[in-house]
């Protein structure tokens, strides 16, 4: 249980808003008595009676020890960006008789809450829990501070402060909730459920696995005539998607990743997309890896398929940072170049919004392409949209719906740019980034293109 905070008498009494309700009712009492004499009487004994029931309510609250009342804090040392975090609060009530507790939490700062609040009636000896949700939307430490607890009796004239030193440090990763329940769904083969689909093979790998009775819907160009003599049945040749292929999440930390939607930056997005893809691909027998830069560095933490990988890709992704300056994408090609020796599926995330931003990367994304199989994944504008189906009313309407959809067809634009050099490329919202980015992966795995 958390330690208590010893302070004066001053700091632990607060009157209520009956206490203020009763006195005022008590002097309008005694402004009547002036033209009515009859009520003096009933003034004084009312005044009587609120200074009684006052004095009686800090008896019940006041004389008793600190550890009359007991609070704990229950929350997980990481907390997951982007996502809904619960949090505990167990309170437990000593006194002898039932309190109407209102519970203040110092809450971090980032939070930017400074009217968070949680009431409610704890029966006498009994326990109750506090649950509310905390949703993050930067990575980072984040500081709680004290526990207040204000405490009523059924009188209700005076509140009774309880603080409680439950002061703690919590971390902010990247969203591993998406993680841990694309997990749950993969071990249940749900992921249908969540918008993962699974991709119907069209043609196979060159990784023979074994040799089987052919059955209805068989691919007949795997027919295997030799065994097929020899057992006097139709055999076909098996295979298996090919494994141990190189995937990196090559991530942009230049200042169009600043960009915020719904609290959540586009370098936050790509991060935990990025984080449930290298899972999706380790799960999948390939080597993951990740690769940071911004304008002055280029950082690769080298792809393997090994247990720990996901940790070190989760620890790496925890402390990356937006910069303000515009990334260097020829050193990324030339380091690139220079440390990936064999042929990798390279996907960027990164931000165009205009075709002039394209065109000052677009010999350094051909020179990647040339070497990898490149996958250039921005950001649909989803803003913008709201705007191009909004009906325009006036001219001002006009201007600024024409405004969006040039920008949206800049977009389309860029897409068919790229492909215009054979490098693929993902126009999405950032709210179905991951999903369109595993999916994707899985498309790429059933053409056996990596």
Known sequence: MSATVKNNLYQLLFFTGRLYMALGANVLLFILAFFIPRLFNIAIVAFVAIVALLLLDMILLLLRPAGILEVQRKISERLSNGDENEVLVECINRYPFPVFTTVTEEL????????FSLKAKVGAGMQHIFRYVLRPVERGVYEFGYTNVFVKSALGMVSRRFVFNNAQTVSVYPSFHQLRQQTLYSYVNRLNEIGVHKRRVIGHSMEFDHIKPYSKGDDVRTLNWKASART?????????????QQVYCVIDKGRTMKMPFDGLSLLDYAINASLVFSSVALNKGDKAGLVTFTEQDVDVLAASNKKVQLNKILESLYGQETQWQESDYEALSVQLRSRLSQRSLLILFTNFESMSSLQRQLPFLRRLARYHLLLVVFFENTELKKITDQQAYDVEGIYKQTIAQKFSYDKKLIVKELAKYG??????????LTLNVVNKYLELKARTMI
């Open 232 to 244: 006097g049945d139709l055999m076909v040749n098996n295979y298996v998607e090919e494994k141990s």
């Open 108 to 115: 971090p700062f980032q939070f930017q809450e400074r009217d």
């Open 423 to 432: 490098i693929m490329s993902l126009l999405s919202p950032p709210e179905n």
